[in-house]
Structure formats: structure tokens, C-alpha cells
């Protein structure tokens, strides 16, 4: 082992208790070995980023916003004796683009009512019931506000933990041998840094923002709005944005989007914007990379993304885990801190089902920590980190699994965590040929579903979309004992 000549690890901090840090939580608590497995949460309840907020009084974002290093967020006292709110990246009418019954966590399905693709008080009224069995170990309305590596002759735990109670605000610190980074990646947003932007934000103030501001579509009512992104929620927020605002709504992509959020009507594609042109010579007016300049837009809104940022960290290990924010460096399988794996990151990775995901991550961490699972060397754990270097860049797509990786990592992480005794601990979940079935087929799935309109309010379940594993399975055997029995040879 790398790390465990210093002890045993027997105090654990986990930072957030949103659904990876919950899920973390158990599979800790279900090894038996640690005596104390303690929750930060700056909310007032479980469910992280699912906790809505209608307040739209938070600090507003740099235009352009591509620095990584933000200051903690602050809450807002709403009320003199309300809980403090955050800023969240939920909107009124979200649902989900994952369908529920690859979503969820193992062990616990969503209730039987639940439409397809659940709403967001539906997935957040479910992750508060996922985590009951842990709120013992949760301090609500805690800020983590700075976190300390410690040396081994300093001390003899490894890290420090000062938080803020947001209630008294008293401020305490806390020792601990392990630390669980579970706080998410939606705090910090993007928006890229396009030649003239800067100049046209400032002639032009409150006309460019970022989808975490958005809300609902009425803002853009009767608007010329121009839509940056083709992620999943950049493309519902288009669908919604469209029913109010002037036709055609414009939706800049660099590329072909990887879902549909079905037709939609009065929306024109176009590329990705080159140029926000000088507010002095033309009248709020873009230039795309077509050549086209478009005039006279009311709003812009980017649905590009965020950057990871750990603010509570102590500057110089930010700065050596954090630098344009696209990714987090220095990490083994996207968890596992290589220069000091008592330090760890849940759900990382993009383009994945996070629930499931963070359970396989979690359950590999407690059993390392636990000392029933061994970590290669630092040199072998550097050699995986400059292999997906190479082949993913150093970019956003270094944390971009998709399928069929993430379906390969999560069972991979799965056949790892099975390697322990199957008597000790909690086992996570392994996809089975259903699920990856299921996984593929997520993106059409989708578009099927948002073609429904209002009737997919009422639809439940894959099979009422025409999306039957059971009978797809039938059809393929049938065609492949056709085929043997004409004689035509099929590979197995």
C-alpha cells in the first residue's frame, strides 16, 4: 500500500451529502472498521444540487468565466428564520435525461408512479429517503471552509477540517484520516472566453448568462435568444425557451449533440458563435463561424457546463490538483489522490449514470481504506493517469466516459471491489446485459419519450415506448437461429 504505513484510517470526513456522498456513507459504515464516518453538508437537507432554489439573488458571473478558482459560495439568509439557500443548477420544469430504472441506486427503486424520466422533486424526494439510514452521521448547515494536509510529524491523523456552523456561525476544527470529496461540479460555470465578449457584456449588461441561472422560459418571452450548447439540459432548456420566446430561437453547437430532446418547433441550428461584434459599430450583433451575423439579440444563454473547483482546499494542494478546471489531476481511476489516496473524489466522470457509478466508486474506497484492498504502485497508478492522458487529452474529455466506457469502468470497479471477502461489506451494483442494453439506447429513449409531449407525464416504464428488452432478445434469437439454419455462419 501507498499510504497505510502511517495507521490505520479510523476518522473519515466526507464533503457534501448528495447523493455520492450518501451512497460513500454506507458503503464506510457497512465495512464495520471506522469509528467515526462523518457528513458535511452546507444545506439543510440531503440531495445536494437536487435542492432547488427559486432565489435568483445570488452573485452574478464573470463574463467571460474560465477561472477555476472561485471563493466559497454564500448563502443567502432568506427570512429571519429560514435555513440558508444556495445557488443550485436546478429549473422548474427539469426532468431528468437518465430513465429511472437505470438511474437509481441498488437496492432502492423509485416508486412505482414515478414517470420514465422523473422530475426533479421526484429524484429529490427520492434521495432524501435513500439516506435516512445515515442522517446520524450528517452535519447539516455546515460550510466546510478550509481543508489543511497535515504531516505525519505534525500530527498523527493527515488532514483538518475547519467548517463554519451557518446556523451559530461557529467555527470548529476537526482531524481526520481520510477525506471523501463529495460535493459535486456544478457550483462554477462556464463560459468560454470568444473574442469580443468581454467589450459586449459590458455595453450590453443582463443579456448574457448561464443556464445555472435559468429558471423558467418567461424570462425570454417574446425575445430574440441565441442558446450556446448541446448538452443534455442545453437542449431541454432550448425546448422550453422556444414556447416563449421570438421565432426561431437560435441554438449554437460546435457539434452534433449526443440527445434530442425531440423536434422542436421554430428552433434554428446554427455554428458556434467567433465573434461577439464591437457594440460601437453594430446593434447587439454575433458573428458565427458560417460567416453569418445575426443582429439585434435580446438574450444569450450558456448550457456550457462547469468547472471543477474545490475552494475549501488549501491553496497549494488546489492548485496541484485544479488547473483550467476541465479536470482534476493527479488521480487514480478518477478517484484515488496518487501522491496521497487518503484523499478521494466521487463522481467525476461525465456522461455517466452518477448514482450507480458513485456506489462502485464508493464501495472500492472503503475497501482500500479498510486495508482489504491493495492499490497498484504510485508508479502504476501515474502510468493509467498519462494513458488516458493520451488518449483522452487533458481537456473536458479526460472525466468523459459515455457508453460503453462508463458501463466497462463501472464493472470493472465492481469485479475489483469483488475480489474482498463477500461477507464483509456492502457489494455495488454490476450492470448486466439488460442495464447496458438499456444504457445504449438512453439517448433514443429520450427522444421518444419528449415526443409524447404532455402524455409522457403519463408514461412509467421503457416497454411503453416500445423499448422491450424482453422482446428485442426474442426477435435477435429468432433471426440468429434463421440464419444458422440457412446455413449462413454467425459469429459468436
Known amino acids: ?5 502511517r495507521g490505520d484510517i479510523k476518522r473519515v470526513a466526507i464533503i457534501g451529502a448528495g447523493p455520492a456522498g450518501v451512497a460513500t456513507a454506507k458503503y464506510l459504515i457497512a465495512e464495520d472498521f471506522f469509528d467515526v464516518v462523518d457528513m458535511y453538508e452546507q444545506r439543510a437537507y440531503f440531495g445536494g444540487a437536487w435542492n432547488y432554489s427559486t432565489e435568483t439573488s445570488f452573485g452574478k458571473t464573470d463574463i467571460p468565466q474560465i477561472n477555476p478558482k472561485q471563493p466559497l459560495q454564500s448563502p443567502i439568509q432568506v427570512g429571519h428564520e429560514e435555513e440558508p439557500k444556495f445557488a443550485s443548477p436546478m429549473y422548474d420544469q427539469l426532468q431528468t435525461n437518465i430513465p429511472n430504472n437505470i438511474m437509481r441506486h441498488s437496492g432502492k427503486s423509485f416508486p412505482a408512479d414515478s414517470q420514465l424520466f422523473p422530475r426533479r422533486e421526484t429524484v429529490l424526494q427520492y434521495l432524501r429517503d435513500y439516506a435516512k439510514s445515515v442522517k446520524s452521521c450528517v452535519k447539516f448547515q455546515h460550510q466546510v471552509l478550509d481543508i489543511q494536509r497535515q504531516s505525519s510529524e505534525a500530527a498523527d491523523t493527515l488532514w483538518l477540517v475547519r467548517s463554519q ?3 451559530t456561525k461557529k467555527e470548529t476544527a476537526d482531524q481526520y484520516d481520510a477525506i471523501v470529496i463529495a460535493s459535486g461540479h456544478y457550483t462554477v460555470p462556464y463560459i468560454p472566453d470568444i473574442d469580443g465578449i468581454k467589450r459586449w457584456s459590458e455595453a450590453y449588461p443582463e443579456i448574457i448568462s448561464h443556464s445555472m441561472h435559468y429558471k423558467n422560459p ?3 418571452r417574446g425575445k430574440k435568444v441565441v442558446v450556446v450548447g448541446n448538452s443534455a439540459s442545453g437542449l431541454d432548456i432550448s425546448t422550453q425557451i422556444s414556447t416563449t420566446s421570438k421565432k426561431p430561437l437560435l441554438v449554437s453547437q460546435r457539434s452534433k449533440p449526443d440527445w434530442s430532446s425531440g423536434d422542436v418547433p421554430h428552433k434554428q441550428d446554427v455554428p458556434e458563435i467567433v465573434e461577439f461584434l464591437p457594440p460601437e459599430i453594430h446593434q447587439r450583433a454575433v458573428r458565427f463561424k458560417s460567416g453569418h451575423v445575426e443582429t439585434g439579440i435580446e438574450a444569450v444563454l450558456f448550457c456550457t457546463g462547469y468547472l471543477y473547483s474545490y475552494p475549501f482546499l488549501s491553496r497549494p494542494l488546489h492548485s496541484e490538483l485544479i488547473e483550467d478546471g476541465f ?4 488521480l487514480y481511476q478518477h478517484i484515488f489522490y496518487i501522491e496521497d489516496p487518503t484523499l478521494v473524489f466521487l463522481a467525476l466522470p461525465m456522461k455517466v449514470i452518477p448514482f450507480p457509478l458513485s456506489e462502485v466508486q ?16 504510485k508508479v502504476d497508478m501515474y502510468k493509467w493517469e498519462n494513458t488516458l492522458v493520451a488518449t483522452n487529452g487533458t481537456g473536458k474529455g479526460f472525466h468523459t466516459l459515455g457508453f460503453p466506457r462508463d458501463f466497462d469502468y463501472m464493472n470493472y470497479l465492481h469485479d475489483l471491489a469483488a475480489q474482498t471477502a463477500q461477507n464483509i461489506g456492502r457489494m455495488p451494483p454490476r450492470w448486466n446485459a439488460k442495464e447496458a442494453w438499456a444504457r445504449e439506447r438512453v439517448p433514443a429513449i429520450k427522444h421518444a419519450f419528449a415526443e409524447k409531449g404532455e402524455e409522457r407525464h403519463r408514461i412509467r416504464t421503457m416497454e411503453q415506448l416500445g423499448y422491450d428488452y424482453e422482446a428485442w432478445l426474442g426477435v435477435r434469437r429468432e433471426r440468429r437461429t434463421s440464419e444458422i439454419q440457412n446455413g449462413i455462419h454467425v459469429l459468436a
Open 1 to 5: 500500500m501507498v499510504f497505510l504505513s
Open 165 to 167: 456552523n451557518l446556523k
Open 218 to 220: 418567461e424570462t425570454y
Open 327 to 330: 479536470r482534476v489531476q493527479h
Open 362 to 377: 464508493a464501495a472500492v474506497v472503503a475497501r482500500v481504506w479498510s486495508r482489504r484492498l491493495e492499490l497498484p504502485s
